[in-house]
């Protein structure tokens, strides 16, 4: 039988470099020999795809809290579901560009939805299943702001104000403070080599503590 693949998330609020360090944890994982899958939330599945255009749509600006909560975990069990879970069960490691954390950084610290709320739909959706490693790239928001500003025009969430992100910096870091052992904080305000170096001495220390 397949020893079961890692799932590892990359967590940060935007412009912290995830997207640009996914690349990183990917080569630093096939060098090792390792067969690796690399995903986003929301997303990640046909259906779960339409749900993101939905989340992320400028025009939405009125959704109330819970739908979006409620969208954020539909996209998830989708995501679980088709591409995760029969991918971890056949070895697969898979890297994922935000999860779970993301929903209690978000929807609980942004938009104020009590965490325990949050608590029984990822028991509902996700049984026991948890990320095995968690790398969140924390900078501050003036600088994430100001790397996201570069691109195109802003996402539902990207207009958001400083505020809001601020509190979500602030419950990603809650989140790492309770979660020590997973989640590994990776200071992301500096030069891409320098993020990039943090990265792979994370990663290879969990190869190492997973003795592979
Ligand atoms: N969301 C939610 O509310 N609840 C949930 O449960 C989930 C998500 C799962 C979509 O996410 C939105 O969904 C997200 C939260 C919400 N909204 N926000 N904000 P997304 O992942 O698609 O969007 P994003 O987080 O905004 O992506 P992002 O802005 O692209 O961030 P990133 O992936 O961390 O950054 P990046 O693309 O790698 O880099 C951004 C730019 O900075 C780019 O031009 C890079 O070249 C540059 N960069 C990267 N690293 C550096 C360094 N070190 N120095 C200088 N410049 C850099």
Redesign the pocket.
Known sequence: MKTKGKFITLE?????????QLAVVQSCLEEQGVDVLTT???GGSPIGERIRAL??DPDLKGIAADTELLL?FAARAEHLEKKIQPALENGIWVLC????D??YA??GGGRGIELERIALLEEYVQDSMRPDLTLL?DLPVATGIA??G??SAPDR??SEAVCFFEDVRTGYLAIAQSNPERVRVIE?G???EQ?SDQVRRQVTAFLKEIDR
């Open positions: 940060g609020i935007e412009g912290a470099g995830k997207t640009t986003r939330e929301p989340l992320l954020m560009d935000r999860f779970t993301a929903t978000y929807q790239f790397r996201a570069r691109r969430f990207e992301a500096v030069p891409v993020v």
